[in-house]
């Protein structure tokens, strides 16, 4: 699985949910079919990962060829009947749906309900599904689960609606009240951008919670394996304005593992202000994220404006002891877009927040190239500076917040656009970076220091001003020279103090 290919998945998932279903056949009752109790804690899933990285790796079961190779239309035509969704019927705050296994979803995984301490495996059977007239007669024991959507009242009491997907290899994602589904996580990154072919760990087993009547939180269980790790992972998940997702996870290396990614966020950008002259396109931009937010372990919020480069880059942001980091979606206007039909102003941001001491490392920002939106091309995540040693037991805690506003935003300016240009009646190239209207900034620009650097090349001509259309501030500088690449750096200090995001970006003329 690739990242380009889980946009078709999330493109499906779309079409699937919108689809409604035949009545129930004679023969069969509402409701998911589960297997006998045993005993469950979060103790048995880490007992079951650490006994997985003991042994040699044995993929999840596989999905037959026949159901792997049904097109993107035959897909679209089988879907999961309502009526049996998992915990309906009862007075709790959290219910279950599933999808089927097939074309980009190539493994069976295993999915358990639990209640009381007792978990039970949700058997698969067809039956749980429906389908169109026009679907191929495949065999049931070729497919299985591929993963489920939760539901919950995010956004009206009594009323049950989807808010977090879990389906594909450790992928899953969330919406916060009011939004739509847009970027996506993963339970780990290896190899990203490296040398060799990138591993996608699998969540083989879940583990769902039946949560009491208006419960705040959700709790769901993860066992993850692969060729190089297995891991158990814990999701808290807690639903409303911004829905948050409290990770626990303990990792089980069968190797050194020294090109990790922890807590990775996925997303994709084609063009915004920043590159809009390459996209012959109606659109004022078109971007599931459009910037990396870094608080790092001085206290230094960075922005580093996204973009879509002509081949594959990779930045490292060194850092001890990060506060968070995430994608961010921050042109929140239908017309920041004009585009009525995707919405990309819905999209959610994705916030994380370390829990403890994540001690030195780097953010790691992956542009990867692309002409179309169906690609996710963008990857962040953390990067440990040791490997994670084989044989021993590692713990990562975090915090993820699917949300409109990070909530580190607010003590300095944000940025909120970064535009470039050439020079008309001089040499160089123009770049403009306007500031959201903040406190911190005042009312005087003259009172705003400017500190602009760049690793190559000369910068001239800066210029901080009032923008009248913002009601912020716009700061100018012109970049002349620098080769094929130049990273840049710009931060505004007033009475001492840095009042503004330190914005950071790479500018690569090749």
Not at 52 to 77: C, E, H, T
Not at 431 to 460: C, K, M, Q, V, W
Request: hydrophobic content about 40%.
């Amino acid at each position: 699985m690739t990242d380009v290919s889980r946009r078709h998945m999330l493109g499906l998932l779309g079409a699937l949910s919108a689809l409604g279903f035949a009545p129930l056949r004679a023969d069969e009752a509402a409701g998911a079919t589960l297997g006998p109790a045993t005993p469950f804690n979060r103790e048995s899933v880490i007992a079951r990962a650490r006994a997985l990285a003991a042994a040699p790796y044995a993929p999840p079961p596989a999905v037959s060829q026949a159901w792997l190779d049904l097109s993107y239309d035959d897909f679209r035509g089988i879907w999961f009947d309502t009526r049996h969704t998992l915990f309906r019927g009862t007075p709790g705050a959290v219910q279950a749906e599933f999808f089927v296994a097939g074309l980009y979803f190539p493994h069976k995984i295993a999915i358990h309900a639990v209640e009381k301490d007792q978990s039970r495996e949700v058997q698969f059977r067809l039956g749980l599904f429906d389908t169109t007239d026009q679907f191929p007669a495949l065999r049931e024991d070729g497919t299985g689960f591929a993963g489920f959507r939760l539901l919950g009242e995010l956004e009206a009491e009594n009323r049950f609606q989807e808010y977090a997907v879990f389906q594909g290899a450790s992928y899953f994602r969330a919406i916060g009240r009011g939004q739509a589904y847009g970027l996506s996580a993963r339970g780990l990154a290896l190899n990203t951008a490296g040398d060799g072919p990138e591993e996608f760990p699998v969540f083989r087993d879940f583990w769902i919670e039946a949560a009491d009547p208006g419960a705040a939180d959700v709790t769901v269980h993860a066992l993850m394996d692969s060729p190089s790790v297995s891991g158990a992972y814990r999701f808290t998940i807690t639903k409303g304005e911004a829905t948050e997702m409290a990770v626990s996870a303990r990792l089980f290396p069968r190797v050194d593992l020294t090109t990790v990614g922890i807590a990775p966020g996925t997303s994709m950008f084609l063009f915004s202000d920043i590159n809009r002259t390459r996209f012959d396109d109606f659109r004022e931009a078109v971007h599931d994220s459009d910037g990396l937010l870094i608080l790092n372990g001085a206290g230094e919020a960075l922005w580093r404006p996204l973009t879509n480069p002509k081949a594959v880059e990779v930045s490292a942001f060194a850092d001890t002891s990060p506060r968070g980091f995430g994608l961010m979606q921050r042109a929140r206007q239908p017309g920041d877009y004009n585009d009525l039909v995707a919405q990309y102003e819905r999209r959610p941001s994705l916030w994380v927040e370390p829990v403890g001491d994540w001690g030195p490392g780097a953010v790691m920002l992956v542009e990867i190239p692309t002409d179309k939106e169906i690609n996710d091309n963008i990857v962040a995540f953390w990067r440990p500076a040791a490997p994670l040693a084989a044989g021993s037991e590692h713990r990562f805690d975090y915090r993820l917040h699917w949300c409109a506003t990070s909530p580190a935003e607010g003590p300095v300016a944000p940025v909120i656009a970064t535009r470039t240009g050439a020079r008309i009646f001089e040499d160089g190239r123009l770049f403009t970076i306007d500031y959201a209207d903040h406190p911190a900034l005042g009312d005087d620009p003259e009172r705003i220091e400017a500190r602009i650097s760049s690793s190559a090349g000369e910068i001239s001509s800066q210029h901080l001003q009032a923008n009248p259309a913002t009601g912020g501030m716009r700061l100018d500088f012109t970049l002349k020279g620098g080769g094929p690449a130049a990273e840049l750096r710009a931060e505004l200090w007033r009475g001492g103090q840095r009042v503004a995001e330190v914005w950071v970006n790479r500018w690569v003329t090749a």
